[in-house]
């Protein structure tokens, strides 16, 4: 199996994930992390930082010559605001007793955001404490992680994109973007290939900015070409869905998640809710609709992968207008204002990809093992060229 650890705070030196469970030979560059990481930095809606900040990636060990050694690979992403105001962050985020404590704790907590309750948690005064680590900058490290698990699908023959399907109120129909088109996505400013809808996306998105607001929407992302039978029926946490549930779940702000039409299906009856199977001798079996999402009985069937996610408004405001208690004092007050966009819906449609793919790679790798990249594709194909040698109960 893969798994991965995550480690560092927003304004600290670095992030760094360690991935463990990888075969050898595995192609990979600090290019393509980087790659990934701008895509996730970047998108209407986001703060100017993010427009100049650079993650600084560097492969600290488990990589030789550009390929996985089979042992875990460890990424550091540098914070660039680490050097350029050394005066601030590297005090106020020391881990050095010496430079402690802060000179100004933050003690009026956001409503919607992790700060009390974190407080209250492990006994904290400072909401720093909470809100360096509750931060979606996480993220960061978590598609670093998901670069390498796009990586080894893609040795599979497995894409994976994404697009926003809604930003506020304003919402896109029409088709989902295809295997290769991610480019054409990432193109538009709001990731919307409905040109009408990411039009009335970047209108919510201005006005929501001069009322110093924020707005969040729906993303979806859409895996093609998975192998058929990752995950399984036989117990609660071997199911396919319920891992993508819950990995993408666990993205800072999500609130919502649905595989395939879960949401539409439950309101209609079963004669129209489920996808009818055909089987002819020169294609198998096929599905004549895709409403389960690629995913039946927690096992995936062949079908593309298809997984949403509902992002909340951001908490943090540019204009704080939500009333809130100073911890210390007990005073009424506004939450303060840490650094913010006016949405990052665009940027998790990036990171749903990423976190869909270290779940895919995961069972990926259960099913079909291998030390190497070569038997791990090898094992695949052998699974595929038997399941097409004839249908089940020749």
Not at 29 to 54: N, W
Not at 133 to 161: C, H, N, Y
Not at 187 to 216: H, P, Y
Not at 267 to 284: F, Q
Request: hydrophobic letters at 40%; charged letters at 25%; glycine letters at 12%.
């Amino acid at each position: 199996m893969i798994r991965y650890l995550t480690a560092g705070e927003s304004h600290g030196r670095a992030l760094v994930v360690v991935v463990e469970g990888l075969p050898a030979g595995l192609v990979i560059s600090t290019d393509d992390i980087a790659h990934e990481l701008t895509r996730r930095r970047l998108g209407y809606g986001r703060g100017p930082r993010m427009r100049f900040e650079q993650d600084q990636v560097t492969l600290l060990g488990g990589v030789r010559h550009g390929r996985t050694l089979g042992s875990p690979v460890a990424v550091e992403i540098g914070n660039t605001e680490w050097d350029r105001n050394p005066e601030k962050w590297q005090q106020e985020m020391s881990p050095a007793m010496a430079d402690g404590p802060t000179q100004a704790p933050l003690t009026q907590v956001r409503p919607g955001h992790a700060d009390l309750a974190g407080m209250q948690k492990y006994g904290f005064t400072d909401a720093r404490d909470v809100l360096e680590r509750a931060s979606a900058r996480e993220t960061a490290a978590r598609v670093a992680a998901g670069t390498l698990a796009k990586a080894l699908l893609g040795t599979l023959g497995v894409q994976i994109v994404s697009h926003v399907v809604q930003m506020g109120p304003a919402k896109a129909t029409g088709a989902r973007p295809g295997p290769g088109d991610l480019d054409r996505v990432d193109e538009n400013e709001v990731r919307c290939l409905d040109l009408e809808a990411a039009a009335a996306m970047v209108a919510e998105i201005k006005e929501a900015a001069k009322e110093g607001d924020s707005l969040g929407g729906v993303v979806e992302a859409i895996a093609y070409g998975v192998p058929i039978g990752l995950g399984s029926h036989v117990h609660w946490d071997r199911k396919l869905d319920a891992a993508l549930a819950r990995a993408v779940m666990s993205i800072q702000a999500v609130k919502g998640v649905e595989i395939g039409d879960g949401f539409d299906v439950a309101g209609r009856r079963g004669s129209d809710a489920h996808d009818p199977l055909t089987w002819t001798s020169a294609d198998g079996y096929a599905r004549g609709s895709n409403y389960s999402g690629g995913v039946e009985g927690g096992m995936s069937t062949g079908e593309p992968v298809v997984v949403r996610a509902a992002m909340k408004p951001l908490a943090t405001l540019n204009k704080p207008t939500l009333a809130t208690v100073d911890t210390a004092s007990k005073d009424p007050g506004v939450s303060f204002k840490e650094r913010t966009d006016v949405t990052a819906v665009p940027a998790l449609g990036v990171v749903v990809e990423h976190m869909v793919a270290l779940v895919l790679a995961d069972e990926a790798a259960r099913k079909f093992g291998g030390d190497s990249v070569e038997e791990f594709v090898r094992n695949h194909r052998t699974f595929t060229e038997a399941l097409a040698a004839g249908p089940v109960g020749a």
